[in-house]
């Protein structure tokens, strides 16, 4: 019913406390009483109380996030007079989205807009003078978070969570028609019906989930590959292109002819970029090897920068060397031609094409260009950096999608081996009613309605 | 009657609510007074002869925890008894008992007659005598001034009532009695906010004109269920078959060519009907794509042929009727012994009373029942049951007593009622209990009972039978839970076909949370006993165990909004003055005056975020209270 509109005091809610936008560094704010779990499981590490700790933070699979600067607060000491926790790390909205889904993972929930000084003032950590103006913050949040909420619910995304919504009401209808009407003469409960309609409903989440996750590419990475002459400038390029967000870890190749990966975040979106040491022509066996190895790693790619010496090679270079890698056809818009070392050749940093490629003149040295050159990057894979607002709505819908289904599947589970009405009744309701979250909340009596308007129920 | 003493408690009206409502006060040992109309109408059954039924069900074992009258009476007059949902769960099974009408109407007349501390006088009443927004008595239709500290109004469809059979109408409050027009009149004048509601009763048939011997027959569930914790089968009087026949496209021909007749498609009927109990006429009409339905031929009891036919509530003129039921199979030759009619009644919306059913404009004023929008008798019967109990606490200057929706279906209706009112005859359904799991038939006396008897309504007998069973549950669970079960015992080989081999040491209780092996199992194989005698035990032992993890999430759901569910929000509070709240909500919350944050949460439109902002206003309205004072 309506319950989920009282606040749930006993939750441990995250958000993120620095301001929206993307900057260096950006503040996570957990309060509650499964705080301390929760960093201590991310973190690795027992910090102790009001004290500033460099942590690694992991996800699940012991996966780096980031390196963040972590402070733990004990009730009553803190701002909101609970246990609470502040994780200090970089700017990044990819990082600080996994960091946030890290913690959901763990337990806590989204926090409401304005719930952190909410929490403060009814536990007494506030001047009660200041009511209005946190009155005023949750209304003013309130309404940006609902702006957000609908500008995250655009397009295709919003339809499906819609169709899932009515699907559910749908299903619902048969399920507590069944049990309220037993004595109406069909029973949908033993005809197979909900069962199959179940697992529809199970297998459009799946599909959704899937897609919300902002492309799993977001999530694990993408994976750039850089080819060139060994001299064309590619390490002070990658220096340049992952700037403060220097990824650690440096991969230490088998032999010289194996790839060199780096982990680099550009932009906040993390890359996975695929150094083929030697892309030339060579008849070398040796190199021939590495060759095929580089067209591999082409191959299965997300894009392909294709470093060249502006200085010493020529556009007739190019071409040859393009020819030579046989780029496969859906690569062929995700190659961006880079041309190095514009401070020796004294061109200008600009973007145009050539032989159909995108192209842009750059210095990694002086570092020129190198900003239209990420651009051009981003542009290439289809990502924009999102507006702050959105994204936490986004993430919030993906926690209610993916409780959603984890709910339908107790569900089918559930009745499968019980085959009790009452239990699958009950998971459909739990998942309904988060859904509800987001399409807005069916109560017990529009049901009732629904199935008055199908049924023809009354003995 | 005395008139020379002051009532604790006068309850106006004897159908299901008043007589719940008039045996409570006089259990908890309040001086009561019962005003009827007519004594030979005590505990009459107005519509169907039937007791119980998914959600309805689950309030009569809830009124029998409180020691109430229901489910005893019908134990003793149910001539049909069923357990419906058998097979989806224990939250949702229900029992429904057929009744016979006059074995039903003796029972209850036997109770209240037996009950100490309680008058019952035959006197229609016709006024109110209110001082200064506080009741101070009645005034019967003989100009008698009866005086008490409390009134409760149980005056069902009497109200304003007209009756309607095709385009004829007159007034009455139910077929054969007068409606209180006078009450009704001062009510309306008490500028209560009131309402039209309509319900319909199918014609009645004799019996000896019905051809049984084509016709399905369904017979009651044999062991014989038993509704009240106290009851048992040799309570029951012998038991008696229903029988089905359909409508069909005769029958709908002679519907559809009548609808110029009826008071309801000619819109001479403006009060709302129930979607779930819909008249035949409305059947026919918006399921136009069925070409029969089922009915149900009840019959009204062991010594009359008078025979009810469930699904064919009507307001078609008579021949109408006639032709309609003669449609039917085995009906051919029928006889209607009454016609069916459609009733309009006024209503009070229940959105004036407190959760213990008070008047909020009235003080000691109470109100149960169909007076309040619902309809049922078990519906009424539970109403009347909780207002019977605070009249009590009223006129004893004691704290009221409410249930929450996470003790009863008694909670859940009384916060539906009162926080959101109803636009049709409310009618309770298991789907409006977001606690379902938790609110069973089996367990209403674990949940009820110890209150029932704190509150002073349950007797020794009933009070002691409860402590036992509670103490061999639990007894019997502990036992379970420390029984261990060795792999390659004799044991773990008796079970090894439900749950395969077990790889280390399990405890019973611990297997049996496995969906695959059930209580009853256990009971097969001798050496895992002794097993408590009582079925209800070893039911509940089964229930508990099996649904923990589900119970335990709803408690958790409870723990989690309790904070701040309870809070109390102040009478004449200024919703305008509430910062940041848009000035919809501020009206809805003006206009329903939810007694705490919980209520206000249920208001349909309620966010997140206006609770935030009531919440933040509240604890600055009490820091500048405190700073005045």
Redesign the interface.
Known sequence: MSSHVLPETEDTIVALASAPGRAGVGVLRLSGKQTFDILKQITNNTPSPRHAHLCICRDKHGEILDHALVLWFPAPHSFTGEDVAEIQAHGSPVVLDLLIARCIELGARMARPGEFSERAFLNDKMDLAQAEAIADLIDSSSAQAAKSAIRSLTGDFSAHIHAIAARLLHLRMYVEAAIDFPEEEVDFLSDGVVLQQLETAINLLQQLLNQAQLGAMLREGMTVVLAGAPNAGKSSLLNRLSGDDRAIVTEIPGTTRDLLREHINIAGVPMTVIDTAGLHDSQDIVEQEGMKRAKHAVSHADLCLLLIDGHKQTERDVIKLLANIDLPKDMQAKTIIVINKIDLSEEHPHVDTLNQHACVWISAKENQGIDLLIKLLLDTIGFHPPQEGVFLARRRHITILQICYDRLTTAMHQFNKLKAGELLAEDLRLAHDKLGEITGRVSSDDLLGAIFSQFCIGK | MDLSITYDVIVVGGGHAGTEAALAAARMGATTLLLTHNIETLGQMSCNPAIGG??KGHLVREIDAFGGAMALATDQAGIQFRI??A??????RATRAQADRLLYKQAIRSMLENQANLHIFQQAVEDLIVQQHKIHGVVTQMGLRIHAKTVVLTTGTFLGGKIHIGLEQYQGGRAGDPPANALAARLRDLNLPVGRLKTGTPPRIDGRSIDYSELAEQWGDNPQPIFSFMGSAAMHPAQIACHITHTNEKTHDIIRASLDKSPMYTGVIEGVGP????SIED?VM??AD?NS??I?LEPEGLTTHEVYP??I?TSLPYEAQLALVRSMKGCEQANILRPGYAIEYDYFDPRALTPSLACKAIAGLYFAGQINGTTGYEEAGAQGLLAGINAVLYSREQTPFTLG?EQAYLGVMIDDLTT?GTQEPYRM????A?Y??QLREDNADLRLTEIAYQLGLVDATRYAAFMKKQIDIQNEKARIATHWVLPNSDISRALQPHIGDISREYNLEDLLKR??LDYPVLKTIESLGPFPDSEAVCEQVAIQIKYQG?IDRQEE?V???K???HLTLPKQLDYRQ???LSHEVAEKLAKNQPLT??HA??I?G????????L???L??HA?DQRQSA
């Open positions: 998914i959600g419906l949902n097979s989806k769960g224990p939250a949702v979607r779930y109990c819909p059947k918006r399921f069925k339905h089922q149900f469930n699904g509530s929706r959101l359904f298991t789907s409006r977001e379902r799991l969906p695959e589900y759901e723990e989690r909004h904070k701040y569910a509430v910062i940041g944050i919980g949460a249920r349909q309620m966010t997140p975020a206006a609770i935030s902002l919440l933040i206003h604890k600055k820091y």
